[in-house]
């Protein structure tokens, strides 16, 4: 990990804490409609499947995993930067 | 894939979850998913139906633990909500099959305002089924 990317500042912020599976994913497919291509969002997470479940949405939505992090201090917490790529909303049906 | 058919069977509360909370997850991603109740699930589409929703059998004693469950990780712990949620996504629809409901005395006004009406089966498969990228039966 390079410390340009520790000192990156998110444009927006997710904290799907105590959530499980598929919620972060839907609450994550939420609020990345929201955001301008380029902009960097932050997730915040304590659902460890994240740790696959992220990367594989990043790798097929065609986002950019800029960051992935993992702390078992007070308790698991995942954090993850994410870089929207496109423009695309709807990740099926426009491709 | 751009659309999703889900066939649902059972009208527990346990077995109907998962296949809601597949839609639900499909849906926010942009997929069309297009839901098929039929057998005792049709009465899950009814609004006294979805009220009764029980645990299944040999779990039924779990009910209390597992609605606590489905709340904490992020789902409504009711069946009405959840569908309400599908709803808003704007990429759900709800069918009940015309067997179903004459098998088990649902008529349209006994339907949920958020389902989408009462369906042949062969226009369920011939419409959406063959049509579909993915189904999914449970």
Redesign the interface.
């Known amino acids: 990990m390079s410390s340009e990317h520790l000192n990156l500042k998110p444009d927006r912020m997710l904290d799907?804490s105590?959530?499980?599976?598929?919620?972060?994913?839907?609450?994550l497919?939420?609020e990345v409609k929201c955001m301008k291509k380029g902009e960097l969002l932050e997730v915040i997470a304590s659902d460890v499947r994240t740790r696959y479940d992220i990367p594989s949405w990043c790798e097929r939505?065609g986002n950019e995993l800029v960051l992935q992090q993992y702390s078992e201090k007070e308790g698991v917490k995942l954090r993850y930067l994410i870089r929207k790529k496109t423009d695309r909303?709807?990740?099926?049906?426009?491709i | 894939m751009k659309s999703l058919v889900i066939v649902v069977r059972d009208d527990s509360y346990d077995k109907i979850l998962t296949p809601l909370a597949f839609a639900y997850l499909e849906a926010s991603e942009g997929v069309q998913v297009d839901i098929l109740f039929v057998n005792w699930a049709v009465k899950a589409l009814s609004k006294d139906g979805v009220e009764q929703l029980k645990v299944d059998g040999r779990h039924a004693g779990e009910e209390e633990r597992l609605r606590s469950q489905v709340k904490k990780a992020g789902l409504p712990a009711e069946i009405r909500e959840i569908i309400k949620a599908l709803k808003s996504t704007g990429r759900v629809k709800l069918y009940a099959c015309s067997l179903a409901a004459n098998i088990f005395g649902v008529g349209e006004k006994d339907l949920l305002p958020e389902a989408d009406g009462i369906v042949g089966a062969s226009w369920f498969l011939n419409e959406k089924a063959f049509k579909a990228d993915h189904c999914q039966y449970f």
């Not at chain 1, 909303?89 to 426009?94: L, P």
């Open positions: 799907t105590g959530l499980s599976c598929p919620i972060p994913i839907i609450r497919n939420e939505t909303v709807d990740w099926y049906s426009e």
